[in-house]
């Protein structure tokens, strides 16, 4: 998965639709922290988290992708 340790729990919170987890994974590959930086699986994870009604997540995504 190229994850470090730190960030499997996040990982594997998000792929259980968990969207403080979703928020948070985003957040790291739009950074480029404990992944590989992917701002496509940045932007997927954003959404589906705003999609849910995560007000950070929308937040987010319209700072990193409105532009």
Do not use: E
């Given at each position: 998965t190229g994850v470090q340790t730190f960030a499997?729990?996040?990982y594997k919170a998000a792929r259980q639709d968990n969207v403080d987890?979703?928020?948070a994974l985003g957040t790291l590959y739009c950074e480029g922290e404990g992944v590989k930086r992917d701002k496509q699986k940045c932007k997927e994870l954003l959404k589906k988290a705003s999609d849910a009604g995560h007000v950070e997540a929308a937040r987010a995504f319209t700072r990193w992708f409105s532009r």
């Open positions: 499997l729990p996040i987890a979703q928020f």
